[in-house]
């Protein structure tokens, strides 16, 4: 029987819009899918059914590694958010999956509709992932509540709990024939392109691809060639990279670890989800770095000769992923009586 399917896609950075271009072609088989994308950061251009859209709730950065809060608070308005989560109308679908979207979260609240906490960020309902040693109660609460749902299927690096499965590998990674043409693939959002060249200038006998949401076209200064983002250039790049210096979010660090590349990461300072990942990611002996300073060149290059990941093997495929997903959506459509969680905005009610 065919069903309706809505996925929320939290659209802050470009991993979770990677994700779900990915996992389109599985969910379709199951029925008609219509998306909710929510965020207004992402510099990929989403190859998917998107029904609906939201400015919803993002993340920026400043030019130095930090999150903007200033610009965060300028765009929030509960007012917008509530009016949005109101007229979504969850309740004319059969299965919700929501990845991290707290809109979609509030509307199923509201109108007691069942719905799948999915992705990466649902793994943190279990305390056996892994969490950063530096406590943060506020972070630890936006991954708690930010987007309750009625059952979760996280995604991690490693299967820490029982309804944690293996992250979500795009086609091109798993087919690739992985090869070292001596470049280092670079991705920083959360610095400026002025920032990271200054720093990659001073190691004159590397070779940097460093992908940067500014610029149209690409540009070779010096060692360093500029590229524009795009998922395919990225995924090129990395496959053929010596190494991968990048954020440590979730879905390039476990492509990077899939293909066997040497990975460098720093985290977005004051992004506890990212100092967590941080935390799960040494474990794979990856190389974590709190920021860009004077002595980052240096730093590089002790990275490039002496660092080894273990690579990550995958517990489950893509399909078995989706099935899952589904089948956890049937069951509630078989017994719609349950619990509904309170959600971050909760006392807005």
């Not at 979609?104 to 990466?120: W, Y």
């Not at 990048?246 to 985290?267: D, N, S, V």
């Not at 000769?305 to 273990?310: D, L």
Request: aromatic share 10%; charged share 20%.
């Amino acid at each position: 029987m065919s069903m309706k399917i809505l996925y929320a896609v939290q659209a802050t950075g470009n991993g979770h819009i990677s994700r779900a271009m990915e996992l389109m072609p599985y969910l379709q088989q199951y029925g008609e899918v219509d998306v909710f994308l929510s965020g207004s950061n992402s510099n990929l251009q989403p190859n998917l059914p998107v029904k609906y859209r939201s400015n919803g709730l993002s993340l920026f950065y400043g030019n130095t590694g930090g999150l903007d809060y200033w610009r965060m608070w300028k765009e929030l308005s509960l007012k917008r958010i509530w009016k949005e989560a109101k007229a979504l109308p969850v309740e004319q679908y059969d299965i919700v999956l929501n990845d991290f979207d707290s809109i979609t979260a509030i509307a199923c609240s509201l109108k007691k509709i069942p719905s799948i906490g999915f992705g990466h960020q649902a793994s943190f309902q279990s305390k056996h992932t892994p969490r950063s040693i530096k406590k943060d109660v506020a972070g630890e609460m936006v991954l708690q509540r930010y987007a309750r749902a009625s059952a979760y299927i996280g995604l991690h690096f490693e299967q820490y709990d029982d309804f944690i499965f293996s992250p979500v590998i795009k086609e091109d990674i798993l087919k690739a024939d992985p090869t070292n043409n001596g470049h280092v693939t670079v991705y920083l959002s959360h610095y400026s392109d002025e920032v990271v060249m200054q720093a990659l200038h001073k190691i004159q006998d590397i070779r940097f691809e460093v992908f940067s949401k500014k610029i149209k076209q690409q540009e070779k200064r010096g060692n360093v060639t500029l590229i524009p983002i795009s998922n395919e250039g990225f995924t090129q790049s990395m496959i053929h990279a010596h190494g991968i210096i990048t954020g440590a979010g979730f879905e390039t660090p476990a492509e990077a670890l899939y293909l066997g590349k040497q990975l460098l990461c720093l985290p977005i300072r004051g992004q506890y989800e990212q100092l967590c990942n941080a935390a799960a990611l040494k474990n794979f002996n990856v190389t974590i770095i709190d920021k860009i300073t004077d002595g980052f060149s240096l730093q590089v290059e002790n990275w490039l000769q002496n660092s080894a990941v273990k690579p990550l093997t995958l517990s489950h495929s893509t399909y078995d992923i989706v099935q899952k997903a589904i089948e956890s959506g049937r069951s509630f459509r078989k017994n719609p009586e349950q619990e509904f969680l309170p959600d971050i905005f909760s006392y807005q009610k």
